[in-house]
């Protein structure tokens, strides 16, 4: 039987972390384009771990519409990607939106997001027009772009946006992906059939400073080459390959040298160069030894650490405390 593309019930997650500033307005404008879609809808804000007063104000939200807006309040702070993995774990809508709490996103943007899906798309990506962010973050983000596309073998342009949309059954597959770090939207779009991407509006961050830092970023970087491929081990075992087969085309060299046009010693300087070519072969062979490993290593990595990703303290807003 062919699934049917009409989407009734939306879910829109966003991670929060410290965003007082812009909070209330995301929720409101949030509330007011929902309204707009003339669906049904729920609205789940994952605090994670805040320091400010976030939680309280999506509490509040809460409270004012039980079983629309969901406040999920994480115990700590895990980082954007496992925060939002938290908010899949509560959704129950047909098609789920993800969206930044600073509003460099407009939240008006999701009734397109809405109509793209219903053409049939598992995941709807989006381009960000006019991007408001440094220099340095837009280079960081061609970067990613390239891995992810070569990761994925899904040509999209901007990875780095977060406002985007993934079918239910997309999400339900990246909860069942045990690893610990992600990277959304590159695992997303390695489980989608049908893919496109929209433009969308970006905007400078409303209040407050990038919950990145340099050091996070990097981070992120390394979350996403890790998530998706081995290859950075592979590099070595290729790099070993290389030194000793070029080892190995010097020691050629010289003997050949040696017996062809034997000048005496006065090229070989004593041995040196037969040392080298040596050298060069030996060490090849400990790198590709060592990427072999490092494969083994990888997969063990992967499998032995079974912690649960997020530990949800508090799940508010489903209509059922006083
Ligand atoms: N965020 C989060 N946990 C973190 C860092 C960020 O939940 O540890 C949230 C943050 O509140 C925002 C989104 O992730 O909703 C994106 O963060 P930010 O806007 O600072 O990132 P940027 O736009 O600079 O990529
Ligand atoms: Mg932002």
Redesign the pocket.
Known sequence: MKKSNKIEFVSVV??????EGCLQELIDRTLAALDGCNRRFEFIM?D??SRDNSAEIMKEASRKRPGEVISCILNR????HS??MAGFSQVRGDLVIT????L?NPPEEIPNLIAAAEEGNDVVGTIRQNRK?TFF?RFASKIVNKVAQKATGVKMRDY?C?LRAYRRHIVDAMLQCNERSTFIPVLGNSFARNTCEIPVRHNE?AV?????SLW?LINLQFNLLTCMTTMPLRILTYFGLFAAFCGYLLSVYIVVRRFLWDDGDSWGQGGVFTLFAVMFIFTGIQMIGIGMIGEYIGRIYNDVRARPRYFIEEVFGRGEEK
């Open positions: 966003v991670p929060v972390y410290n965003e994952v994670d771990g702070n895990y980082g954007q925060a939002i969206l930044d709490a600073d460099q962010d973050r780095g977060m961050r407050g400073d990038s919950k990145y996070k």
